[in-house]
């Protein structure tokens, strides 16, 4: 049902080497590469996730409540990917671990304050 999900971004250089190395470690790759936007993806049909500076002109801000999540396969992948996202510089929202019955999630912020998870249903 999800396409892609489109993060803000105000330095699009680091943003862009961030996302480079945090989902390559999926095996997603840039399949759109643009002057001011790039998507990230597992292949064709697959979600994405995209960096832009926003259209306006303005600065790129968070939104309060909005979090991206990001579905992987074991809790040892949630394991590896939080902690790739803290060597990479984010900022902990939330270390991984269960959340629940049967959920098991990492919290993070990206360089620009944008809040993602890695988690996965066990």
């Known amino acids: 049902m999800i396409g892609y999900v489109c993060l803000g971004t105000n330095d699009l250089a680091r943003a862009t080497k961030y996302y480079d190395a945090l989902l390559g470690e999926l095996g997603a790759r840039r399949f759109m590469d643009f002057e001011t936007f790039k998507v990230w993806g597992t292949g064709k049909g697959s979600a994405g996730l995209a960096i832009t500076k926003p259209y ?3 600065p790129a801000t968070v939104g309060n ?3 991206v999540a990001i579905n992987v396969d074991t809790p040892a992948k949630v ?3 939080y902690r ?3 060597e990479l510089g984010s900022k902990d929202e939330g270390p ?3 959340r629940g ?3 098991y999630a990492g ?3 990206d360089l620009d304050g944008n809040k993602l998870n890695f988690f996965c249903m066990t």
Request: proline share 5%; glycine share 20%; charged share 30%.
């Open 56 to 58: 306006d002109g303005k």
């Open 65 to 67: 409540g909005v979090m």
């Open 79 to 81: 394991d590896a990917m």
């Open 84 to 86: 790739k996202a803290m």
């Open 96 to 98: 991984a671990g269960p």
């Open 101 to 103: 019955d049967g959920f």
């Open 107 to 109: 919290y993070f912020r």
